[in-house]
Nanobody, 127 residues
């Protein structure tokens, strides 16, 4: 059974930082794409970043809105994915979701590529 558990959300001031964690169990990182998505109030859930591995290569992509401010990383020994969020803006306020899906090709910035989701963690950025 695959289980994704996010933590690290909370309240930050604009310009501040937060680090989210996603502890995964029941899956092998090397055969999955791991993604972060977010959903702001009244809006559709949107892609933030993904990471996947193929052989010795690592592939990742960020949404334009977070590029240069957010960084995804992993601790494969702990099966944990992190999202370091710097220079936070009020528009980053959302529930952030960790997701996992088989790395078999497709559009990894699409929700449809992910079959496993965490419960979400709230991030609120005040101005």
């Amino acid at each position: 059974q695959v289980l994704l558990v996010e933590s690290g959300g909370g309240l930050a001031q604009a310009g501040g930082s937060l680090r989210l964690s996603c502890a995964a169990s029941g899956l092998t990182f090397s055969s999955h794409a791991m993604g972060w998505f977010r959903q702001a109030p009244g809006k559709e859930r949107e892609f933030v970043v993904y990471i996947r591995w193929s052989g010795f290569s690592t592939y990742l992509a960020y949404a334009d809105s977070v590029k240069g401010r957010f960084t995804i990383s992993t601790d494969n020994a702990k099966n944990t994915v992190y999202l370091q969020m710097n220079s936070l803006k009020p528009e980053d306020t959302a529930v952030y979701y960790c997701a996992a899906g088989p790395a078999i090709g497709g559009s990894y910035n699409s929700e449809a590529s992910y079959g496993y989701w965490g419960q979400g963690t709230q991030v609120t950025v005040s101005s």
